[in-house]
């Protein structure tokens, strides 16, 4: 069974940081495409970071650029979010997904949160002095 699993949420006060982990299962994510989306209470999701697959294109949003840090570790089969200089309206759940069966452009699986339908159960990251 495929399976993306999201750790590393907690509790944490302004300006801290986390790294949050998706490891999957059930097959290899070395060429998958990763994005990582979050949901905050009453807003709707929203896609905050992605990783190509073959080339390690990175992407992030505008409120999270120069803070938020995606990265792979194919020999542990997992994608990192490193998130530093954290503020109270990152309080979220975050979330990792991917496209399977992958959509390649060429021998890329880039990036298309739309296109996502394989999604972990996410972690709760709580920012609050």
């Known amino acids: 069974q495929l399976q993306l699993v999201e750790s590393g949420g907690g509790l944490v006060q302004p300006g801290g940081s986390l790294r949050l982990s998706c490891a999957a299962s059930g097959f290899t994510l070395d060429y998958y495409a990763i994005g990582w989306f979050r949901q905050a209470p009453g807003k709707v999701r929203e896609g905050v970071s992605c990783?190509?697959?073959?080339?390690?294109?990175?992407f992030y949003a505008d409120s999270v650029k120069g803070r938020f840090t995606i990265s792979r570790d194919n020999a542990k089969n997992t994608v990192y979010l490193q998130i530093n200089s954290l503020k109270t309206e990152d309080t979220a759940v975050y979330y990792c997904?991917?496209?399977?069966?992958?959509?390649?452009?060429?021998?890329?699986?880039?990036?298309?949160?739309?296109?996502?339908?394989?999604w972990g159960k996410g972690t709760l990251v709580t920012v609050s002095s």
């Open positions: 990783i190509s697959g073959s080339d390690d294109s990175t």
């Open positions: 997904a991917t496209e399977n069966p992958p959509a390649y452009s060429g021998t890329d699986h880039v990036c298309n949160y739309y296109a996502m339908n394989l």
